[in-house]
Structures are given as C-alpha cells and as structure tokens.
C-alpha cells in the first residue's frame, strides 16, 4: 500500500465507521476514492444515498463517486461566488462622497479577504463609468489597472474629496433651518452632518442652539425654548420628538406645519315669525333704464351702456344698478312680546348666521376668482387678492 492507501486504512479501522472518510473526500481528497476496496466504495454510496448496483465493478463504483463529488464541488464553487458577490454589493462611486465609499470598500476588502492582486479590479468595477473616464485621464499615459490600488485612491482622492473650509461650514450649518415637510429625526441628522467640518469645540451646544433656532414648528419651538435650559442635548430631541407625534396623534396623522384657515358654515335662524323681503323690493318702472337708473330713456339709449360697473366688474351698467349688491337678503324679524326667550334665541341665532366658523386643516387656501370682460373673446379670470379669506371684528365693537 501506499501512502494514500495507509491512511484510508487507518481511518477506517479507527472509526469503524465510513463518516470520516467521507468528510474526507467532501473536502476535496477525490484520490481516496481510487484507493478504497468495493466493499468501502458500496459504504460510501450507500451512505450518499448513490444508486448503484450489485454487478458494478470497483472501476464503475470509483467513477460514479468521482462524478458525483465533482458536481458538489463545482455547486459549492457556485455558491461562494454568489455569497461573495452579494458581499461586494455596495453602492457604484458617482463622484459623491468619496471618503464615505472608500470606507465601505475597505470594509468589504477586509470582510472578504480579498487578496491584493484583486483590490483593483474591486476598486474599478463600483466606479461609474463617468468616474472611471476621468480617472483614465488622470493615469495617462498608464492605465488604471496596472497602478496599485493606493495609487489610485490617491487619484481619486484629489480628485473628488471636497476641500472643506471651516468658516463656510459653518456659515452653512447656521443657516440651515428645518424644511416645512422634514421631520424631526432627518434636521437632526442634517445638522450633525454639517457640523463635522466646523471645528467648534462645543459640538453638542452648538447643535442644540441650531435646533432650538432652526425647528420650523412654532409649537415644538414654544416648548423647546421653555425647557431649553436645563434639558441636555438628548433629552431636548426626545421632547421633540414627543411634541411633534402628539400633535400627529392628535390631529389623524396631518403634517404639523399645515395651513389652517376658516371656513364660514351658515345656520339657519329659528323665528316664531317672520318674513323674507328684498332690499329693493320696491315696484319698477318697465321704462326705467338698467344702466344708469334714470326713467326717460332705456338701456339701449343710454350713455352709460358701455361703462363697467365698480361692483361687479362688468359692462353695461353702473354701481347703483348693480344686481349682485343688490342681490343680498335681509330678514325682518317680528316677535310677539310674550315669547321673549324665542325672540333672544332668534336673534342670537341671527348673529352667529355669519359668525359661526369650523376650522380645516388644508395644504392650500382656495382663491377669489373674479372674470372680468375686456373686450375679448372670451372674460378674464383674475383672482382677488385682499390679504385674507375673511375680515373679523368683534361683536361688540359699534
């Protein structure tokens, strides 16, 4: 026997099992294979649960086996391959943030033991192709891949690492507020992002003045500048945090920062009696001109045919004959003596006609749009812009 066939031998009468032959073989060692007897080969089938038949010669047996465990090798081979290229999976290097990638890679090159002959090939193949035109340029005449790999982080070091310059940094990071649609948790991680090139020696205290400063919420800031004082930088964010869901919670998960307006809702007056009556109820003359007012003549004659009305906008007539001013309705309330407390009730319920308002919280405030004939084809939309949606004063004020 040789060598080869010594140690089957010992492995064999040792255990008195086949399992670590097999083990063997399953790392790679397909030469035992050639040097075992039948009666160890049929073991070995057996236990891989290979079909085999009684007549298979020695030579057939060793085949089968040997094809057999060539196959797992090569699935194996398959399978690392995909491990490894799921573990170099990072992001492709577009030209943006350069000291963030390179950290990432020599993460991967040390998780995966990459040996140094393929450190380049890494490197180059999670560049874009935008990035790796112009680190071809910056090598030539030489090519990228027959540089090292230091070499050319080096290039691309000077080529793409930002020169950071502690007085815009910081210029920058004063001036950075909270955006109407960010959270509490993305300023934050905004802010510590653009303090790391400032240089200030109080890091913590300069983040919780900004953040203080720069939340767009006049809630949130109401309650941080209450307790600013004495509330270290941690517990300052987590009252943020707290503030910002409650009124989430509160208000079914609408954004804090959303427009609120006032959106007038009508009641109808409860009288016991009453009549409705139009405030130029009285009778009109058929001869009576709609553009100007007057009795002796009639719209088509008139002067003032053409002039635009100041109420509405429209040709045709002017203010006083303006149907839409006149147009509104007052209500004449009679109420007997007797029922005093109905009448209070009618007349309350007449103030609060016009008074009575339900808040919604919407993203945008409807306009006023007025059309306006300006001799085209077609009116003109334009829209009234007064300052606000609604004039207030209050009841008592005479």
């Known amino acids: 026997y040789d060598s080869a066939s010594e140690e089957i031998e010992l492995l ?19 030469k035992y294979i050639y040097k075992c007897k039948k009666s160890v080969l049929k073991q070995i089938c057996e236990a891989e649960d290979i079909k085999f038949s009684e007549s298979d010669t020695v030579e057939n047996l060793r085949k089968i086996l040997s094809t057999y465990y060539q196959a797992q090798e090569q699935s194996l081979a398959v399978h690392q391959n995909k491990t490894m290229a799921s573990n170099y999976d990072i992001k492709v290097f577009d030209g943006d943030n350069w000291e963030t990638f390179q950290q990432q890679l020599e993460c991967v090159i040390v998780f995966n ?5 393929k450190m380049v090939p890494l490197l180059i193949t999670k560049l874009s192709p935008k990035v790796f035109e112009s680190l071809t340029y910056s090598c030539a005449p030489e090519k990228p891949i027959t540089l090292t790999y230091s070499a050319l982080c080096e290039k691309l070091k000077q080529k793409y690492e930002k020169t950071h310059s502690p007085l815009m940094d910081r ?3 004063r001036g950075r507020n909270q955006l109407p649609t960010e959270t509490i948790d993305d300023y934050l991680l905004t802010l510590r992002k653009l303090v790391k090139g400032c240089q200030f020696k109080d890091e913590e205290d ?5 953040f203080i400063e720069g939340v767009y919420s006049k809630m949130i800031k109401f309650e941080l ?19 910002e869901s409650a009124y989430k919670h509160a208000n079914g998960e609408k954004d804090i920062s959303t427009v609120s307006y006032m959106k007038p809702r009508r009641n109808t007056p409860k009288l016991k009696t009453g009549h409705q009556k139009d405030r130029n109820s009285q009778p009109t003359n058929k001869n009576k001109c709609y553009c100007c007012g007057k009795d002796n003549h009639i719209k088509k004659d008139c002067t003032l045919r053409n002039k635009y009305c100041s109420e509405c906008g429209q040709r045709g007539h002017i203010y006083k004959m303006c149907q839409q001013k006149n147009n509104t309705n007052i209500l004449d309330v009679k109420c007997e003596e007797e029922d005093g407390e109905q009448a209070l009730d009618a007349v309350k319920d007449l103030y609060t006609e016009y008074e009575t308002f339900s808040m919604h919280s919407v993203s945008k405030i409807p306009p006023f749009i007025l059309e306006i004939d300006l001799n085209l084809v077609h009116k003109v939309p334009f829209e009234v812009d007064t300052g606000a949606e609604v004039s207030v004063m209050p009841l008592s004020f005479k």
Do not use: C, Y
């Not at 300069?206 to 900004?210: A, L």
């Not at 307790?227 to 964010?237: N, P, R, T, V, Y």
């Open 12 to 30: 064999h009468e040792k255990s008195g099992k086949i399992a670590i032959l097999i083990e063997a073989v399953r790392a790679g060692k397909r």
């Open 113 to 117: 033991d990459v040996p140094a002959a």
């Open 171 to 173: 210029a920058e990071f």
């Open 206 to 210: 300069q983040i919780k003045e900004k």
């Open 225 to 243: 500048l209450k307790q600013g004082e004495q509330l270290k930088l941690d517990s300052l964010i987590q009252l943020a945090r707290t503030v």
